[in-house]
């Protein structure tokens, strides 16, 4: 039986979450099956694109915008600080 390394929170997410750390070159694999092949090391806990984003468009999460793409982000890619703005500064309410 394979285990699951990674989740999709919602099908409307473009990112998925790793439940482990993970090596470049791997997939992660979710309850459907694989996931994208991994372009570097990503740590237990963050976000993979799941398929292409373009820079400037939404981050979806929970089925829920949060953040936007600040560059090109393929899938595989990390998804954190380096390419993803917040929309919210803090303090804000939702």
Known sequence: MTQV???LLNGNDNVVCLLRDHRAGECPVLASGGGP????DI???HKVA????????DIVKYGAVIGRATAEISAGDHV???????LLAVGDET
Request: hydrophobic letters at 45%.
């Open 80 to 86: 954190h600080l380096h390419n993803l703005e917040g």
């Open 5 to 7: 390394t990674a989740l």
């Open 37 to 40: 092949l991994l372009a570097a």
């Open 50 to 57: 799941r398929r292409d984003i373009a820079g400037g468009s």
């Open 43 to 45: 740590p237990l806990g």
